[in-house]
């Protein structure tokens, strides 16, 4: 089973209580550290041993939209909770969906130096053919077609096609997340808005839940998706 649900911060909540999930906790992952990502973690954190199985996205400071297969718990209080939802769509083949994916793009390339494969940002990787004067000119094209390549790859293996004209491309930003220890980690996003065609419901009701590109737990992959 799985439970869409939304969730906002109580405006009230205390300081005290919040500190040791943005510092980092029982039961809370200590490193990379990001707030939003332990506010999100302690709503599913019930032991030690928990696996994620869910993934999230931040709509507004502080207030979360949740795909699990458990529903979000909040022993202490912090949070409003909106009654989750079952999410078991019905899809046909051929159905048109809207939908809103912010996601972390990536590419594989071997690194002979370190005998395995890098994740590359799908934008730099395509910036680096251009000399270093040059890329500001062709940045806004490159998140464009390099976002739009990358999708279509996502939706070959997921079971869904979209018209490129009807697919908007937009919000490159790149994150950084402190470590305790070593250099802050570092990701980068793009937002994905506009329809899509159902080619394979089977496949896209399986891989929804698994999410889209990398660092799904840094609130990227949840792929929203609405009637058309």
Known sequence: MLY??????????????????LLGGAGVESEPRQPAHHLVWYL??????????????????????LLSFRPPRDP????????????????????????SLRANPVVRRRDNARGRSIKHDVVMDQLRAYAQGKRARHRLDLVRTSGIDWLKRQ???????????EVSVDGYSTHRIARKNGPAMAFST??????????????????????????KAYGCGLMLIRRA
Do not use: C, Y
């Not at 649900?5 to 109580?10: D, G, I, P």
């Not at 599913?44 to 939209?65: H, I, K, N, S």
């Open 155 to 165: 939706g070959d293996k997921a079971g869904f096609d979209f018209q490129v004209n």
């Open 44 to 65: 599913f954190a019930d032991g030690p041993e928990r696996q994620r199985d869910f993934l999230w996205r931040e709509t507004d400071p502080g207030v979360f939209l």
């Open 190 to 215: 793009l937002d994905f808005e506009g329809a899509l065609t159902v080619t394979d419901p089977k496949r896209l009701l399986a891989v929804l839940p698994k999410g889209f590109g990398a660092s």
């Open 76 to 99: 202490h209080g912090l949070f409003d909770i909106a009654e989750p939802k079952p999410f078991a769509p019905e899809l046909e083949t051929g159905e048109p969906l809207i939908f």
């Open 4 to 21: 869409f649900s939304r969730v906002s911060l109580k405006k009230e909540a205390s300081l005290s209580a919040l500190a040791p999930l």
